[in-house]
């Protein structure tokens, strides 16, 4: 593995489990592309904190990520028929957000019931761009890709929710995510936070 593929993170089966899609040539250039912009969001993040707080500024950043996923469902039920309240309308949503974006998110789903969905997440430009950007991931992740997934499940039905219960401890881990009916959202601390920096 060159130096180059091994600062980012690349795709990995986990198991038994069924993938959502392999990635692709495609799929690599727009994973790396995200990992680019939110990058630069993030830095931008980071220096507003430096006039407004650090704390005012990610939480701003948070409720744009919030609204955002509220737009995605509203998009997605007219694109995808997206609808439903329970688990199983929690993982059409995803799937469909994760198709219409195209992000080479891989994930796995562990269980699924009417209450709750669990997915083991492989690739994740968050991480990643969080990376790039010098910061901390598991400090930025509670602000924004679960922030805003969160957002889409409450717009679909306002009982469900996501929480990560799992955080990776390095890029070519993964996390684990609950997702489903009256799941507080939440982001677990990695088991290694001091070596996740």
């Known amino acids: 593995m060159s130096e180059q593929e091994e600062a980012l993170q690349l795709p990995q089966r986990f198991?038994?489990?069924?993938?959502?899609?392999?990635?692709?040539?495609?799929?690599?250039?727009?994973?790396?592309?995200?990992?680019?912009?939110?990058?630069?969001?993030?830095?931008?993040?980071?220096?507003?904190?430096?006039?407004?707080?650090?704390?005012?500024?990610?939480e701003w950043f948070g409720a744009y990520q919030e609204e955002l996923g509220r737009e995605e469902t509203d998009r997605l039920r007219q694109t995808h028929g997206a609808s439903?309240?329970?688990?199983?309308?929690a993982r059409r949503l995803w799937d469909a957000a994760i198709?219409?974006?195209?992000?080479?998110?891989?994930?796995?789903?562990?269980?699924?019931?009417?209450?709750?969905?669990?997915?083991?997440?492989?690739?994740?430009f968050v991480y990643n761009a969080a990376k790039k950007a010098g910061l901390t991931p598991h400090e930025v992740c509670p602000f924004a890709g679960p922030r805003l997934a969160n957002a889409m499940f409450k717009r679909l039905d306002g009982r469900l929710g996501e929480r990560i219960v799992k955080y990776r401890t390095r890029a070519n881990d993964f996390c684990v995510a609950e997702i489903g009916r009256?799941?507080?959202?939440?982001?677990?601390?990695?088991?290694?936070?001091?070596?996740?920096?």
């Open 84 to 89: 439903g309240d329970d688990a199983h309308a």
């Open 15 to 58: 198991g038994e489990g069924e993938i959502h899609e392999e990635w692709t040539d495609v799929h690599k250039a727009v994973f790396n592309g995200m990992v680019v912009d939110y990058a630069a969001m993030y830095r931008f993040v980071d220096e507003l904190a430096k006039k407004v707080g650090k704390e005012k500024a990610w």
């Open 99 to 124: 198709e219409v974006e195209n992000a080479g998110m891989q994930y796995e789903v562990i269980s699924e019931t009417d209450d709750k969905l669990v997915l083991k997440i492989g690739s994740c």
């Open 182 to 197: 009256d799941v507080e959202f939440g982001v677990a601390t990695p088991a290694n936070a001091k070596d996740a920096r």
